[in-house]
């Protein structure tokens, strides 16, 4: 497969992003699935290019987040982390235990997808649900 027949450099290039090595790296490894810290993503992107500095990762990740390739979460008292996942207004559950993080889907699919009660005269766009608990490991965990 010759270099210009990868669907992620389709990708940037749809969204107006120049292909560079790091955006394709840190792309593939969003692509794997999860919702993941720059620390993560830096450790796997190293794996794949022989140097990249994390200040490139930042950059690489802001600029996917502004195209909407990627996601930026910030959970209380969770580092930031990034996802593929992006543009479909899903929500997510955290575990007060251990951080863990899933996507629940939005039963509206369309932000805002709560009306305030009273607006105060705002423009809404956004309703950011978080739901908290304890994951299955946490829950036996904790038993007893
Ligand atoms: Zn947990
Ligand atoms: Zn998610
Ligand atoms: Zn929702």
Not at 22 to 32: F, I, K, N, S, T
Not at 46 to 61: G, H, K
Not at 96 to 109: E, I, L, N, Q, Y
Request: proline share 5%; hydrophobic share 40%.
């Amino acid at each position: 497969m010759s270099l210009t027949d990868n669907p992620i450099e389709h990708l940037l290039r749809a969204r107006g992003l120049r292909v560079t090595r790091p955006r394709l790296a840190v792309l593939e490894v969003l692509a794997e699935g999860g919702h993941l810290e720059v620390d993560e993503i830096t450790d796997r992107v190293r794996q794949r290019l022989d140097s990249v500095s994390v200040q490139a990762i930042y950059d690489v990740l802001g600029a996917l987040s502004r195209a909407g390739l990627a996601r930026r979460i910030e959970p209380a008292g969770s580092p930031a982390r990034y996802e593929r996942r992006a543009g479909d207004n899903h929500h997510h559950v955290v575990c007060r235990g251990c951080g863990a993080v899933a996507d629940v889907d939005c039963a509206k699919g369309e932000a805002p997808c709560l009306d305030p009660s009273a607006a105060q005269g705002f423009v809404v766009d956004e309703a950011e649900v978080t739901f908290w608990g304890l994951c299955p490991v946490c829950q036996v965990t904790t038993d007893g």
